[in-house]
């Protein structure tokens, strides 16, 4: 009978890089709230404490460890949003999700401030965050719920849609996050998601998981 192997334990210095790296990304966090991805590598390094050549040992540039910072925070509050329930298990978990979005000043205030400053370059935010929204929207689409030929293009066009909402709520404040809700219901039109159903889809109660 074969021996199981032994995992092997991590060893000092993956840990010390570890906790560097981690370090670094919770200092581009604050950077991103404060002052947003214009930011400079010597504001990061200041709020780090450390140098700015410490932090090229770990992040090639200040744009990888931005990305890899908002894609953490946002992956975070994703988790938090379905509180354990499966991702994509139906279009209104989905749109329940995106509808917290408009919210997050009363429950994340930090992540608040972050997409407040990194919206307004589009680009950015959808590069660090796409990835797992196109899996979500995937799985509805291999299920019916969802429109599945021209799928990338909709994705894409949904996507920008979705950060020109947040903007009108987080950046310029000419919409309330009632008003991005029904917004919500148009941009579902992208994936041929008929009004009805939309407004059914987005009709449910919120339930806001606690926070920390």
């Known amino acids: 009978m074969p021996t199981k192997k032994k995992a092997v334990a991590p060893t000092r210095q993956a840990a010390y890089t570890a906790r560097n790296r981690a370090n670094l990304v919770l200092a581009a966090h604050r ?26 040992k ?8 931005f990305t890899e910072a908002l894609s953490q925070i946002w992956a975070e509050w994703v988790a ?25 000043k009363q429950t994340h205030p930090l992540f608040a401030k972050i997409l407040h ?10 590069k660090a965050v796409s990835e797992p929204g196109r899996l979500a929207f995937k799985k509805l689409a291999d299920q019916g719920e969802l429109a599945n030929d021209n799928f990338e293009m909709r994705v894409m066009l949904y996507a920008y ?3 020109g909402i947040l903007t ?3 950046v310029t404040e000419t919409m309330s996050p009632t008003q991005a809700e029904q917004a919500l219901v148009i941009a579902l039109r992208i994936f041929d998601v ?9 009709s449910r109660k919120l339930d806001f998981p606690p926070t920390k």
């Open 168 to 170: 009108s709520v987080h």
């Open 194 to 202: 008929s009004e009805a159903k939309a407004k059914k889809a987005i």
């Open 117 to 126: 400053n990194t919206l307004s370059n589009p680009d950015f935010i959808i």
């Open 161 to 163: 849609s979705l950060a």
């Open 58 to 65: 770990y992040f090639p540039n200040k744009e990888i460890l």
């Open 31 to 56: 950077v991103l709230a404060e002052i947003g991805p214009e930011a400079t590598i010597e504001q990061v390094a200041e709020i780090a404490q450390v140098s700015p050549t410490t932090i090229y």
């Open 80 to 104: 938090w949003a379905y509180a354990g329930r499966p991702p994509a298990e139906s279009l209104e978990s989905v749109l329940s999700v995106a509808r917290m979005l408009f919210w997050v």
